[in-house]
């Protein structure tokens, strides 16, 4: 569905930053839509030029890159997705503040609750600290789906977020994630950005591993801040630190965490199973193997599934056990740009599955 179609749909989407990689997702994902027209992408690179030349993807989309106010890009649809850089978002919170539609960002400029968070992990003070007050609902549907229904305002997850707290989501909602949790979480090279970098550039990623940002990656408190939340959510009073390695894959698309949690003696494997499926027995986009076979980044390639497994290990004679649960998810699609859009599907009333339910590509 493009421009053309707008007429004969039930609602109509902008993007506000369609260049780079989580826009051509964006962009990909909405013109596929059976209920949402996109209608406008705005850019202030490529203007005047068809989707298409920069997307080399998509097929006579009947649009183009626009260098228009946010306001003009606002007029007439019911959601805007903003598709850009950490800390550019931020700069439009007065803008944002006087659209009627609803807004999506994708951006990290508001998921964090303490100004003071901001600054330490992106760098600069926040410019619009009164937006951290809660006006923006986390944009995580397996712990906030009723809150994200009735928002106006959505603070998209990251990816490497997405992927952890997915994996111990369950543990915090049964009172078991407690102490220091350490997280080691490789990536692909997409979630670097379009635009080529010395640590993203083919030649040295392509046959390469390693690790970036160790311990300070800017998703840290967000995962962190979540996971409390759904610590309290559930009643229970316990606290844990999460230790975050990420690595740097040579792969295009995809995340592989692995987080370790030490658990009693008593916690045995059938109540991890028990734990696990109950907590995700009605998500939408969540395939809980267990122990039946390992989660991997082929098998989710292009789709919303996030595939979560396990080992836990026999007590080890210290009073405890150790469980290591793997998540896989395509950073661009649920771990970007297709939770977006399954925020927006539940903000306008659709089904939360509608127009991102394709199966994986394989291989």
């Known amino acids: 569905m493009n421009k053309r179609d707008a007429e004969s749909a039930r609602f109509r989407a902008a993007v506000v930053g369609g260049t780079g990689y989580g826009g051509a ?12 027209a996109l ?124 992927t952890i707290m997915t994996g111990l989501l369950p543990l915090a909602d049964a009172g078991l994630l407690k102490g220091p949790v350490q997280t080691v979480a490789s990536t692909g090279s997409s979630g670097s950005g379009a635009y080529a970098k010395p640590g993203t550039h083919h030649p040295i990623r392509a046959n390469n591993l390693k690790s970036y940002k160790q311990l300070t990656h800017q998703h840290t408190p967000e995962i962190s801040q979540t996971l409390r939340e759904a610590i309290e959510i559930a009643g229970h009073d316990t606290d844990f630190t999460l230790h975050f390695m990420p690595r740097s894959a040579p792969m295009a698309r995809g995340i592989l965490a692995t987080s370790f949690v030490r658990l009693d003696d008593s916690v045995g494997g059938d109540e991890i199973e028990r734990i696990y499926r109950g907590f995700y027995e009605s998500a939408a986009f969540v395939r809980v193997h267990g122990t039946s076979k390992p989660a991997e980044v082929v098998a989710v390639k292009g789709s919303m599934w996030v595939d979560l497994s396990w080992a836990l290990s026999e007590p080890d004679g210290f009073g405890g056990r150790q469980l290591a649960v793997d998540t896989a998810l395509d950073n661009l699609v649920k771990g970007g740009a297709g939770q977006a859009v399954q925020s927006m599907n539940l903000m306008l009333g659709l089904p939360e599955r509608e127009g991102i339910d394709a199966p994986a590509l394989w291989p």
Request: charged share 25%.
């Open 25 to 36: 997702e964006l962009i990909r994902l909405l013109l596929g839509h059976p209920s949402v």
């Open 39 to 162: 209608t406008r992408v705005s850019s202030i690179d490529f203007v005047g030029q068809p989707l298409e030349s920069v997307h080399l993807s998509l097929t006579d989309t009947g649009l183009v890159f626009e260098e228009i106010p946010l306001a003009e890009v606002a007029e007439g649809v019911d959601v805007v997705f903003l598709g850009l850089p950490h800390k550019v978002s931020s700069t439009l919170a007065p803008e944002l503040e006087q659209l009627s539609c609803k807004v999506i960002d994708l951006s990290g400029d508001y998921r964090l609750k303490d100004k003071d968070v901001y600054a330490k992990y992106y760098g600069q003070e926040h410019p619009h600290p009164e937006q951290l007050d809660g006006r923006w609902v986390f944009g995580l549907p397996e712990l906030y789906r009723e809150q994200i229904r009735g928002a106006t305002r959505v603070a998209s997850p990251g990816c490497f977020a997405t």
